[in-house]
T-cell receptor
Framework: AQRVTQPEKLLSVFKGAPVELKCNYS??????LFWYVQYSRQRLQLLLR??SRESIKGFTADLNKGETSFHLKKPFAQEEDSAMYYC??????????FGPGTRLSVLP | DGGITQSPKYLFRKEGQNVTLSCEQN?????MYWYRQDPGQGLRLIYY???????QKGDIAEGYSVSREKKESFPLTVTSAQKNPTAFYLC????????????FGQGTRLTVV
């Protein structure tokens, strides 16, 4: 069965500190991995996906198939990064499975 | 302006009444999804539809029903059989094929009193 876990419900860091939001998944095939972000009073939106290998708003994520992980990283956190972050998994033709989410709070 | 629209934003209903949440998209996406978002539980899939006139149950379909008569529309009915209907409901759509990702509506907060 497909499953996504995010071990931290809440992560608090100070502005300028590095951030790492953890995501692990279980899936037997070749999944596509995503990070979604939900800012206060805004809709859930795509942040980045592993197949595009891009950096969005300073965030990057590398798919580690050996460890079945897709951790989200940013070297220097900003206050505007405070939001709810969801890791998600999908496979061809199937639905999207989301983790429980991690609330990131960046303190001034 | 392309997008996915959910209405209404807030909905109040009395216990025992059925209620239908609207979801419309003009992105020409084949697939549509309904999720329920509860604090600490993330998004849980209720129903999804990969094509018109076809849909499948998700992980928590009990007490819910859907229809997909048109490509643009995927309404969700919360029936009186749903034991804990008060929640935030999210609709999403995606194109078919590899490399796709889900676009979300702004959500409907349903409160049953």
């Amino acid at each position: 069965a497909q499953r996504v876990t995010q071990p931290e419900k809440l992560l608090s860091v100070f502005k300028g500190a590095p951030v790492e939001l953890k995501c692990n998944y279980s899936y037997s095939g070749s999944p596509e991995l995503f990070w979604y972000v939900q800012y206060s009073r805004q809709r859930l939106q795509l942040l980045l996906r592993h197949i595009s290998r891009e950096s969005i708003k300073g965030f990057t994520a590398d798919l580690n198939k050996g460890e079945t992980s897709f951790h989200l990283k940013k070297p220097f956190a900003q206050e505007e990064d405070s939001a709810m972050y969801y890791c998600a998994l999908s496979s061809y033709g199937q639905n999207f499975v989301f983790g429980p989410g991690t609330r990131l709070s960046v303190l001034p | 302006d392309g997008g996915i629209t959910q209405s209404p934003k807030y909905l109040f209903r009395k216990e025992g009444q059925n209620v239908t949440l609207s979801c419309e998209q003009n992105l020409n996406h084949d697939a549509m999804y309904w999720y329920r978002q509860d604090p600490g539980q993330g998004l849980r899939l209720i129903y999804y539809s990969q094509i018109v006139n076809d849909f499948q149950k998700g992980d928590i379909a009990e007490g819910y029903s859907v229809s997909r008569e048109k490509k643009e529309s995927f309404p969700l009915t919360v029936t009186s059989a749903q034991k804990n209907p008060t929640a935030f409901y999210l609709c999403a759509s995606s194109p078919s094929g590899a490399g796709r990702w889900a676009f979300f509506g702004q959500g409907t907060r349903l409160t049953v009193v």
